[in-house]
């Protein structure tokens, strides 16, 4: 069993990190991008926390999925989802600019995350921001040049909402052993394995299949209605329960 | 050092001393879990009191649903930092478990185990006194698959991990054991008004 690395006082220290970079990864995500004074390690899937401090000292804390890998070093990427009654991803992608400094602490996690060394084949399946740490996995998963076979489900609204899009379909050319499906509930697919649909259990009976096996590993991350419809599909497909992993956000 | 910009949303004034510190006011009902929500028929359902190894007394559903039952209205915190309100729950506490059982606590710890492998270990002490209860219900329904239902320890004063969901059994421990989280890097006591959330916190 893996568990935490030991430099856990470091680790729990609150540190700044000053945003670097703000990009629209669609209409409601932005990528954010921190450089904190001290990067540290972590594994794919693992979530930061970051904390806004107002003048008189009121502080709000959020954790937001790393979505860079482990192997780009100095950064931590997040893909931030604007809430509409949101105290943070307003703050975050409406008011932030680059250079202004925030404080994080983390990365932290020790479940939902995986290692080239954990093998696969591994499946993974996103809903909006959810797609975030599971982009950390499959770019982990190039850099450590991992030949396991993987496909990402995602999905979104519209076509336009399918996050870090360019990446996910030049993986998908130009990868034989990674696949990308997205489920459109709003939109027409553009391409053939693609669905107009929400993720149903023939889009992922689909997904298995292609894999040639049986997931060794699934993680599913997204909202949770969204979760807990998708992993009560899959456990109806025959999955083992104990080979999916999930991460839940909102109520 | 304060956020440029960054002005906030405080929680109304009078509730303010009821929110631990990095907490958040929600009025849904957030859900973290580690996997899929197992769904277990109350016919199915039994929970085990163990002490080490041996097991001391095991209740049906039915047994179970002629203990004493207790009405626990408290405010909860999860550590991945929203906290709710009065929230109204029943169930069967430690204490009653204990009384039925006949027996003392067997040793200062205790770990909870969970029908989907979880397990989370809490100090007996934080257990009894009426601190803690196994609740069945909540709002005065039965508890749903997706909160933890048809049983989840409740032991509100400590973060929501804590409180494990589809829970079947407690045992008492010689040491004090991590369970699931515990081992994954959570804190081991996790006190929110210590702000106890990561090992090392």
């Known amino acids: 069993m893996r568990v935490d690395a030991p430099e856990e006082a470091a680790h729990v220290a609150w540190q700044t990190a000053t945003i670097e970079a703000l990009t629209p990864l669609s209409a409601r995500v932005k990528s954010i991008v921190l450089r904190p004074e001290r990067w540290r390690p972590f594994q794919a899937g693992q979530h930061l926390d970051i904390r806004l401090t107002a003048p008189d000292g009121y502080a709000a804390q959020r954790s937001y999925s790393v979505a860079s890998a482990p192997e780009t070093e100095g950064v931590y990427e997040l893909a931030v989802e604007r809430l509409e009654d949101g105290e943070v991803s307003p703050y975050l992608l409406d008011i932030a600019e680059p250079g202004d400094a925030v404080d994080i602490r983390g990365p932290f996690g020790g479940h939902f995350v995986w290692d080239a060394a954990d093998g696969g084949p591994l499946l993974l399946v996103g809903g909006g921001s959810g797609v975030a740490p599971l982009m950390s996995i499959l770019r982990h998963r190039v850099a450590a040049r991992s030949a396991v076979p993987a496909c990402l489900v995602h999905a979104a609204r519209l076509w336009d909402d399918v996050l870090f899009r360019g990446e996910l379909l030049a993986l998908d050319e130009d990868d034989a052993a990674f696949r990308l499906l997205a489920a459109l509930s709003r939109d027409t697919p553009r391409r053939p394995q693609d669905t107009g649909r929400r993720i149903d259990a023939a889009l992922l009976a689909d997904a298995i299949t292609g894999l040639g096996a049986r997931p060794r590993l699934t993680f599913v991350c997204g909202a949770n209605p969204f979760v807990e419809s998708v992993t009560t599909l899959l456990v109806g497909l025959g999955l083992d329960p104990a080979s999916i992993r999930t991460e839940r956000f909102g109520g | ?201």
């Open chain 2, 1 to 201: 050092m304060a956020t440029r910009g960054f002005e906030g949303r405080r929680p109304p004034a009078e509730l303010a001393d009821r929110i631990p510190p990095g907490q958040s006011l929600t009025d849904g009902f957030p859900v973290l879990s580690a996997g899929p929500t197992p769904r277990i028929a109350t016919a199915d359902w039994a929970f085990t009191l163990k002490s080490g190894p041996r097991p001391i007394k095991k209740w049906s559903w039915a047994e179970f649903q002629a203990l004493p039952q207790t009405k626990m209205t408290r405010d909860i915190h999860c550590v991945t930092k929203w906290s709710k309100l009065n929230t109204p729950w029943a169930g069967v506490t430690v204490d009653d478990l204990l009384a039925d059982a006949g027996i003392e606590p067997a040793t200062p710890f205790m770990l909870a185990h969970s029908y989907d492998g979880y397990s989370t270990n809490v100090p007996a002490a934080d257990l009894l006194d009426g601190k803690a209860m196994v609740a069945t219900h909540y709002e005065g329904k039965p508890l749903t698959p997706e909160h933890g239902g048809p049983a989840r320890l409740l032991v509100p004063h400590l973060y929501f991990w804590k409180s494990a969901k589809w829970v079947n059994g407690l045992q008492f421990t010689e040491r004090d054991e991590p369970g699931f989280w515990e081992l994954r890097g959570y804190h081991i006591h996790g006190d929110p008004w210590r702000e106890q959330r990561f090992r090392g916190d």
